[in-house]
């Protein structure tokens, strides 16, 4: 076919029943959420006793508010739910809290109006606080690793 030469008439294609007048069949709708592309962030451990689900994060929350569902998440588990001081269950999340700082003070270190404070400050005055409750350096929080999972299959039973 010539350049600038007028196509040729083509028959015009049949829709499928359900899908006439619009471009596809979610057309005009939100996206659907929690599908294969959304992303979570896990919280192993810090459900609440006698839940054994595992507790979910939006991965696309901001370091603010990691920083604050951390540390609700401590003072939940502590004030609520009764945790000891000595329940190793906390140093992970103080771990992940301290893991943060450096960006919430980075992007969150100011007076803010919605907030009502410092959040950045607030946040690391809880941290203090929980590792000071628990007799925690921040260089055990660095140093600290969670269990290797075993691999490799279970023993059968006999």
């Known amino acids: ?3 600038g030469a007028p196509r040729p008439n083509r028959a015009a294609k049949r829709t499928p029943p359900g899908v006439q007048g619009r471009a596809g069949p979610r057309q005009g ?12 962030v896990s919280y192993p451990g810090a459900s609440p006793d006698g839940d054994p689900s595992l507790l979910l994060g939006w991965a696309g929350w901001n370091h603010r508010d990691q920083a604050e569902a951390l540390v609700n998440l401590v003072n939940d588990r502590s004030e609520v739910d ?5 329940d190793p269950r906390c140093v992970p999340l103080l771990a992940g809290l ?14 803010d109006e919605e907030w009502g404070d410092n959040p950045a400050q607030e946040f690391q005055t809880g941290l203090h606080r929980a590792c000071a409750e628990r007799r925690l350096s921040e260089s055990d929080l660095r140093d ?3 269990e290797k999972k075993r691999g490799g299959r279970k023993a059968a039973l006999e």
Do not use: C, N, S
């Not at 959420?33 to 959304?38: I, L, N, Q, S, Y």
């Not at 009764?82 to 000595?86: L, N, P, Q, V």
């Not at 301290?98 to 007076?111: F, N």
């Open 144 to 146: 600290w690793r969670p």
């Open 29 to 40: 709708r939100p996206p659907l959420r929690g599908g294969p592309k959304e992303r979570f």
């Open 1 to 3: 076919m010539a350049l």
């Open 82 to 86: 009764g945790w000891d001081t000595a």
């Open 98 to 111: 301290l893991e943060i700082m450096p960006w919430v003070h980075q992007w969150h270190d100011e007076y």
